[in-house]
């Protein structure tokens, strides 16, 4: 029913920028909160960033003032622009989108998840 698709991992040295994207596709009837988290091996997955429909926004402490989430409503999209990485923001970033579908209006909106795209920092 709905399809998050990423892009824009990779490989990056240290102090280096990436900028990941997330777009949604399907029976969308709407799309409330969006998110980015992220995972290491042996670890939980963890908030990095989210924003609302109406743009505002919360971020982990660990990435304050280093990244920026953003969206684009008509292309049903979110962005988190990465700066000033460092070593320990290694991980699979995974999208996430509250999402109401055409078909469950009336059940409100339930969470999909983006197949992951791996971000590797280092020299």
């Known amino acids: 029913q709905v399809q998050l698709v990423e892009s824009g991992g990779g490989l990056v040295q240290p102090g280096g920028s990436l900028r990941l994207s997330c777009a949604a596709s399907?029976?969308?009837?709407?799309?409330?909160?969006m998110g980015w988290y992220r995972q290491v091996p042996g670890k939980q997955r963890e908030l990095v960033a989210a924003?609302?429909?109406?743009?505002?926004?919360n971020y982990a402490d660990s990435v304050k003032g280093r990244f920026t989430i953003s969206r684009d409503n008509a292309k049903n999209t979110v962005y988190l622009q990465m700066n000033s990485l460092k070593p320990e923001d290694t991980a699979v970033y995974y999208c996430?989108?509250?999402?109401?579908?055409?078909?469950?209006?009336?059940?409100?909106?339930?969470?999909?998840w983006g197949q992951g795209t791996q971000v590797t920092v280092s020299s």
């Open positions: 924003i609302t429909s109406g743009g505002s926004t």
């Open positions: 399907g029976t969308i009837f709407s799309i409330h909160a």
């Open positions: 996430n989108a509250e999402v109401t579908t055409v078909q469950a209006i009336f059940q409100g909106p339930y969470d999909y």
